[in-house]
């Protein structure tokens, strides 16, 4: 059998933490970065005695959440008892929801190629502390700190049925949850502060089977790039294995980031080995259909909603709509631009052009747009009236970012106005053709073409503020009169 012979079937578990102000059970502060140990309290400690209560608003994201992946949510789901031994998790044991998780059977579509990815469940969970090792090589750390400041904060975790088959497809699967989440305001998904975690289970069979292959999980995923490389990777390690007449073994994997292979962490845990049972300081988890019903009626409006009032109230092109929901800031950027009388098209150009192309160019996140869409308006407005040129505003809108003036004054102190006047165009046009007589001849010889020379003259002696569209006309009529 040969590789291409063989096909990956990768599952998904997404773990994301919740936009609350206060902790899961306790109501300590979830804020990030706050000094080690500084926000807890007997309940996240795991202090004997201390009772866990449920916080409301976490289970009003999780429930938003579920309903935004298209899931099911269930009336009534329970809290159990997740066990295992590790210094970060003071209680000995986690809580989490497991044979009757508060969410099951939504999905997620991805575009290439267009298909469905089955989500299987959405439960909710407590995060746990963070353990610090001394060193950098885990094995020979001599001792290691613990911060509780992240120990129960509100998680979801969302797990995929194993229907992604390429690296790619899990890439796609991964950035539109991402944005799912984030335009219903549920979580801030950032991998790079932990908000957004993300394991892989990964399994290889011969293209055709039904019989699925052992799964690795792989886990030590801090981006997206991670996940591509991680995967790719041991699709051929597992292969390898199978190619040789060798069997994939059923084993947690680390994806090591530097040396960019997988190496075996654990044998997988399997939920026998958490001794799950209901966790008996808490009651089930009950809501009632008006609940659900209120926060389906508040949920805000998702990117692929926003994506065909793009493309089908305003006439973008899907690529453009697609640019402009990569985040919830952008999208209502542009909204309120088109809002202030934009034309759509022409302010997507504009956002997605020089906008996005400055944006990137200096490390500025999308949350961070550094423009009010009345400035960008405004710019329109004068190269529509013709008081600036178009070449001219790209100068301007980088001087409104710098300055933060709006594009009125920054036309007036510098004198960008726009030469429309003819008269003025016309002496201008003169002296162009006086110096170009042979350029002159060879339009006359009928090199209609050369006419774009003549007016880049133009523009050059005017600095870019003469109308082109006014030269064109006045060149040709002095050129055939
Ligand atoms: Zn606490």
């Not at 291409?4 to 979830?30: D, P, Q, W």
């Not at 502390?129 to 885990?138: F, L, N, Q």
Request: net charge negative.
């Amino acid at each position: 059998m040969t590789r291409h012979e063989y096909e990956m079937m990768i599952g998904l578990e997404v773990h994301v933490e919740l936009l609350t102000r206060t902790k899961m059970f306790c109501r300590c502060s979830t804020r990030f970065g706050d000094p080690p140990n500084t926000n807890v309290c007997p309940v996240c400690l795991g202090l004997p005695g201390s009772l866990p209560r449920p916080n409301r608003e976490a289970v009003r994201l999780a429930v938003r959440a579920a309903l935004a992946l298209n899931c099911q949510v269930n009336l009534s789901s329970r809290f159990d008892r997740k066990n295992y031994f590790y210094p970060d998790l003071p209680k000995g044991y986690q809580i989490s929801q497991y044979d009757e998780p508060l969410a099951t059977g939504g999905y997620i579509e991805i575009e290439e190629p267009r298909k469905r990815i089955r989500i299987r469940r959405l439960h909710i969970e407590e995060d746990a502390g963070k353990s610090m090792h001394a060193g950098d090589d885990i094995t020979a750390a001599s001792y290691s700190l613990v911060d509780f400041n992240r120990s129960g904060v509100p998680l979801i975790e969302i797990v995929s049925e194993p229907d992604m088959r390429s690296p790619e497809e899990a890439r796609q699967y991964l950035e539109k949850l991402q944005r799912i989440l984030q335009f219903a305001r549920v979580s801030d998904v950032k991998m790079e502060e932990g908000s957004m975690r993300v394991d892989c289970n990964v399994s290889v069979r011969p293209k055709g089977s039904d019989v699925p292959g052992v799964p690795c999980e792989l886990k030590n995923l801090s981006s997206f790039r991670a996940v591509v490389k991680a995967l790719s990777y041991e699709f051929e390690r597992q292969v390898g294995l199978l190619e040789k007449g060798e069997k994939v073994v059923r084993e947690t994997r680390h994806w090591d980031e530097s040396k960019e292979v997988t190496a075996v962490l654990r044998a997988k845990e399997t939920s026998e080995d958490y001794r799950y049972f209901p966790d008996p300081d808490l009651p089930r988890l009950e809501l009632s259909p008006e609940f659900v019903d209120e926060v389906r009626n508040s949920m805000p409006e998702l990117p692929d909603q926003i994506v065909s009032r793009y493309v089908e109230n305003m006439g973008l092109p899907r690529y453009d709509a697609n640019v402009l929901t990569s985040s919830p800031a952008l999208a209502e950027f542009f909204d309120k631009c088109v809002e202030l009388g934009a034309e759509p098209k022409t302010a997507s150009n504009w956002i997605m052009g020089d906008l996005l192309g400055y944006m990137k160019a200096k490390g500025i996140p999308y949350e961070k747009i550094p423009l009010e869409p009345r400035s960008l308006v405004e710019m329109l407005v004068l190269i529509k009236d013709g008081v600036i040129s178009g070449k001219i505003a790209k100068d301007i809108l980088v001087k409104m970012i710098e300055t933060g003036k709006d594009p009125r004054t920054i036309v007036k102190e510098e004198g960008l106005e726009q030469i429309s006047d003819e008269e003025s165009l016309a002496r201008v046009v003169e002296q162009v053709i006086a110096n170009n007589p042979s350029v002159v001849e060879e339009i006359k010889a009928g090199k209609e073409k050369a006419i774009a020379f003549l007016v880049g003259q133009v523009m050059k002696m005017t600095k870019g503020k003469a109308n082109p569209a006014k030269v064109n006309i006045i060149l040709k009529d002095k050129l055939t009169s």
